[in-house]
């Protein structure tokens, strides 16, 4: 008996030892290739990031075709799964199997919780304009309880103050419209309209802001985006800027009246409150991306990136800071698209771009800079428009800024410890 129990004990403390917690850090779900069957989750915590998390945990051989979105609700973390027409359910700190819901989805999209519901978009058959609807998911036994009918082109989905508000791009990007649904009982009770093809959408003191993008290039007459400004109180469009843009994507929330946005390779910085829109972005990422910016997002005040680079090979991540500092950037899985703040450990949350304390000495420098530290490192010099002009190991003998043009660069600083950047001047 003592020997069976000291087995059974050796074995608990091994699983524990061996149990992963994802706390304090950043989620990125890489979408994989169309029929690939490569769809990952990444996680980028204090300077460094793991991939490949769920390709084969618990999951029997992948995690599934096409990642589109991911959502959080109680102790889960529910992954949609578009072209495997499934959702699949992992604990949201050890990642490890809760259930698959495979049943009752067609081309699911997008995921929002309320009422202890899940309700996801469908598009249907895409050559179907009257087949788009809502699935409601019951969290408690996590299977379709019913279906909700909606307009065509049903996207992006968000709880707010407990309504469901889903914005429709239309078939072939035609859509024009946000549906209200009550979550209790289960029925679009209105129906908004806004400007053409709405992809985005951002809650700020008492008024829902929604990206438009405008019809393609390829519709009978194409358009110009837009951002709608709607009044929460009364469901109403109160206003509207259209500056007019070139088909932005992306709309996220900043601290204050500040709100992101992309178009094509640049990312803009906007004030809500203004009366116009930027007309120069904060940054670019200039020809890393194939088309453009695939996703992004705006977590804790720092810029998140993704490009999808070949479609084919391992994304980029690219790291900013609110004003367009580029602090890091990360090889992640095929096609990353979107990204997702993990929970918080009991020790409190970290800045997943760890911050080194760092200086650069002399600023300005004409011909060498020296910093502030004896472990190993590598040093990344960006230009104002994010491109990067000097990448190399740092050494005890400095870093030579000979034959970089005179200007303003921001030093990016990376050990064992981090990641820190440092703004600096070269005559």
């Not at 709608?228 to 009246?257: A, F, M, R």
């Not at 020790?347 to 300005?364: D, E, Q």
């Not at 040093?379 to 740092?394: A, F, H």
């Not at 050990?415 to 820190?420: D, E, I, L, V």
Request: hydrophobic share 40%; net charge negative.
């Amino acid at each position: 008996m003592a020997k069976l129990y000291t087995f059974f004990a050796a074995f608990l403390l091994g699983s524990f030892a061996f149990a992963q917690n994802y706390t304090d850090g950043i989620f990125v779900l890489n979408e994989g290739g169309a029929g690939s069957y490569n769809a990952s989750v990444s996680f980028i915590q204090n300077g460094t990031v793991t991939n490949s998390l769920l390709a084969t945990n618990d999951l029997e051989t992948t995690l599934g075709n096409v990642g589109q979105s991911m959502g959080f609700y109680g102790d889960n973390t529910y992954i949609v799964l578009n072209m495997s027409n499934k959702v699949e359910v992992v604990n949201k700190v050890t990642l490890e199997h809760v259930a698959t819901i495979d049943a009752g989805l067609n081309n699911p999209r997008f995921i929002a919780f309320s009422n202890g519901k899940a309700f996801v978009t469908n598009w249907g058959n895409g050559l179907d304009d009257n087949d788009d609807y809502v699935a409601v998911i019951d969290t408690a036994t996590n299977t379709i309880e019913t279906n909700i009918a909606t307009a065509v082109g049903v996207e992006r989905i968000e709880e707010i103050n407990g309504k469901l508000y889903v914005a429709h791009q239309g078939g072939y990007g035609y859509g024009n419209s946000i549906s209200v649904i009550d979550p209790v009982s289960l029925a679009v009770e209105q129906t908004i309209t806004v400007g053409d093809v709405p992809n985005s959408m951002v809650v700020k003191d008492g008024f829902l802001y929604v990206l438009c993008g405008g019809k393609p290039m390829w519709a009978p007459q194409e358009t110009f985006g837009e951002i709608d400004k709607i009044d929460l109180s009364t469901n109403t469009v109160v206003s509207l800027i259209e500056t007019p843009l070139q088909h932005p994507q992306h709309l996220k929330g900043g601290e204050g009246n500040y709100v992101y946005y992309a178009i094509d390779e640049e990312v803009f910085k906007a004030d809500v409150t203004a009366e116009q829109l930027p007309s120069e972005p904060i940054f670019s990422l200039g020809a890393q991306g194939v088309y453009g910016i695939y996703g992004m997002d705006v977590i804790d005040n720092v810029v998140y990136v993704a490009d999808a680079g070949n479609y084919v090979s391992p994304g980029q991540v690219y790291v900013y800071d609110a004003n367009g500092a580029p602090l890091a950037n990360y090889t992640v899985g095929v096609i990353p698209n979107s990204f997702y703040k993990s929970a918080g450990s009991t020790a409190g949350v970290t800045n997943p771009v760890a911050a080194l304390k760092i200086t650069v000495a002399p600023n300005p420098a004409t011909d060498l800079f020296y910093i502030n530290t004896t472990d190993a490192a590598t040093v990344k010099i960006y230009n104002t428009q994010g491109r990067l002009v000097k990448d190399e190991v740092y050494t005890a003998a400095g870093i030579s800024v000979e034959g970089i043009t005179a200007g303003v660069y921001f030093v990016q600083v990376t050990t064992a410890k981090g990641t820190g950047v440092q703004r600096l001047a070269i005559k």
